[in-house]
């Protein structure tokens, strides 16, 4: 039972576009949600988070936005660069219930590839 | 602050051996996450600390796994009687245990059991 889904397995955008990256998630428990960026053979890279008290969260050329009634978040890239391609990993965790909510909880990964 | 460091990065052995990985986090970060990657699928939870106290164990965490934090500081992941299934990545994140709690991660252990 997938709880965090990333239905994309890719997304091929052309430098200075927009990319959209997108996530579902069933739990309604979740109340934060991070997106990581992940390079071949290194460790998940934290890019950018929102708490579910909110629906948006911007930081650079890195929006992220939230519908609590659809379940869904999606990351935005503004303009893309060849650098963002990587794998790009959505999570949640349910930080006020027991511990268990400390865990983050990942979808498969989206891979983004921008071409120059 | 030189952010999770991991070690080794890269590990082989022979199904049936024990391994031990490393794991230092971000200097005063209360919380240790270890995590197992495998191929096409995201990080999946192992288990977490608080301090020195292991808070949180997963299903996926069977009894040849164990861990530990004993002075709340470095982490050890310790696999016996390694299966050729256990070959994945581990990784640690560290959080503050305050705040927005984010998790920082390292570069991960690539374990190989042949």
């Known amino acids: 039972d997938q709880q965090v889904k990333q239905n994309s397995p890719s997304l091929s955008v052309q430098e200075g576009r927009i990319s959209i990256l997108n996530c579902d998630y069933t739990?309604?428990?979740?109340?934060?949600f991070l997106w990581y960026k992940k390079y071949p053979a290194e460790g998940p890279t934290f890019l950018i988070s929102?708490?579910?008290?909110?629906d948006k969260n911007e930081d650079g050329r890195f929006t992220v936005f939230l519908n609590k009634s659809a379940k869904h978040l999606s990351l935005h890239i503004v303009p893309s660069q060849p650098g963002d391609s990587a794998v790009y990993f959505c999570a949640a965790s349910a930080r006020y219930v027991g511990q268990a909510g400390t865990a983050l909880i990942f979808g498969k990964g989206t891979t983004l590839s921008v071409s120059s | 602050d030189t952010g999770v460091s991991q070690n080794p990065r890269h590990k082989i052995t022979k199904r049936g051996q024990n391994v031990t990985f490393r794991c230092d986090p971000i200097?005063?970060?209360?919380?240790l996450y270890w995590y197992r990657q495998t191929l096409g699928q995201g990080p999946e939870f192992l288990t977490y600390?608080?301090?020195?106290?292991?808070?949180?164990k997963s299903r996926l965490l069977s009894d040849r796994f164990s861990a530990e934090r004993p002075k709340g500081s470095f982490s050890t992941l310790e696999i016996q009687r390694t299966e050729q299934g256990d070959s994945a990545m581990y990784l640690c994140a560290s959080s503050p245990g305050r705040g927005t709690d984010t998790q920082y991660f390292g570069p991960g252990t690539r374990l190989t059991v042949l």
């Open positions: 600390f608080q301090n020195e106290a292991q808070l949180e």
């Open positions: 739990n309604s428990m979740f109340d934060y």
């Open positions: 200097s005063e970060h209360n919380r």
């Open positions: 929102i708490s579910s008290i909110k």
